[in-house]
Each structure stands twice: as C-alpha cells, then as structure tokens.
C-alpha cells in the first residue's frame, strides 16, 4: 500500500493538534509536531530546546534547520508509519522545498494540504482560552498570540500557493464544532 503523508495546515489555534488526533486514530497515520518536539526539547533542557525557547516564547518562528533537522530524523527512523500527519510544520517555503526533497529521497511525497481557515478574533479567542489550561507560556499574553497570527499571516500562509501550484490545497471550514470539523477533514481525505 502507497503511503499517504497530508499537511494539516492552519494559523495558531485553527484546531490542528486537536483534529490530529482523530485523523491519526482514522487513517493510522504517525503524527509529527514540531511545536511538540520542541516543546520536548525544552522539557529536557537540551542546548536546541535552549536555543528555541527564547524565539518560541516570543511567537517567533525558530530557524528552518533546527525544525527541518528534526524531522529529518523522524522521516528517517519511522520507516514503518502508514504515512504522516505534519502538524504546524512546515511553516515556510524553504521548509517545504525541505521536506519535498526529504520526502522525494524516500520515495513518498505530500499527497494533500488540508488548510483549516479559521477568523482571527476566534483564534484569540481560543488561544488565549487555551492558555487558562495548556500551560503553554505563548498561550498566556494577548501580545505574543498576535504575534504568532502575525508571523503566520508573513512567513507561513503563503505555502498555500505552493501546495496549490501542486493541485493539493484544499481548503476547510475551521469554524463549527470539533466534529464537525473533522468531517469535513474526513470527507476531503476520503474523496
Ligand atoms: P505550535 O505548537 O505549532 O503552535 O508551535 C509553537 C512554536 O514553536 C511556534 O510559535 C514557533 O516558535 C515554534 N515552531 C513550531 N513549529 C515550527 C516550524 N515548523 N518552524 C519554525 N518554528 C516552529
């Protein structure tokens, strides 16, 4: 059976990690996080988590190495996985060619872009709400969730011209209920 790799693509808080969740337990697909690997590598104080921490808590985007890097080493390890969720990454164009090469190397390649359009005052809303349980230090001030949307809006939405040069975007309704959702995101894999 061919491998079937999709980007869940989406601004901060538009519900990647949490529709993620459904898709891997309905496809079977291994889930990849870059926001979590680094969140991990903070955990563990490594130097790379020491590197990130600063950028990360100022809702800038760390450097395409560091991320690229590590799912270098995902892609080259997990060789079992039926195929990939990428959640939040890539995030700009250099990393998409990144993993367009990574990916070509090992004989796969993205098959769709599943782009979750959500308006910004709800991901405010929902980010900062998130904040109240996450933990998560940039989900804690109105400044830096803004930021986050920002450096979105320049450096990361642009990737939907490049999977859609491609005929891989599609784009889903990110507003409605968790379920609702997530039907839309079934249906578009399904078709
Ligand atoms: P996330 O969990 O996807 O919201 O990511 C949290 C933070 O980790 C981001 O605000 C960035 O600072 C950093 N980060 C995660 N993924 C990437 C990526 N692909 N490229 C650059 N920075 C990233």
Known sequence: MSKMNIVL???????????SKFLIERYGLAHLSTGDLLRAEIQAETPL?????????????????VVVGMIRNRLTTDTDAKG??????????????????????????INLMLSLEVEEEELVKRLLGRGTTSGR????SEQVVRRR?????????????????QGKLRPI???GTIAEI???????IDA
Do not use: C, W
Not at 90 to 106: F, H, I, S, V, Y
């Open 9 to 19: 693509f989406g601004p901060p808080g538009a519900g990647k990690g949490t529709q």
């Open 149 to 165: 949307i920002k450096e979105y809006e320049a450096k990361t939405a642009l990737l939907k011209d490049y999977y859609a040069a």
């Open 173 to 175: 309704k990110g507003m």
């Open 84 to 109: 990939f969720i990428f959640d939040g990454f890539p995030r700009t164009k250099a990393q998409a060619e990144a993993l367009d090469n990574m990916l070509g190397k090992l004989g796969s390649a």
């Open 49 to 65: 988590g020491k590197q990130a921490q600063e950028l990360m808590s100022a809702g800038e985007l760390v450097p395409d190495e």
């Open 137 to 140: 230090p940039d989900d804690q």
């Open 182 to 188: 997530t039907g839309r995101l079934a249906a578009a």
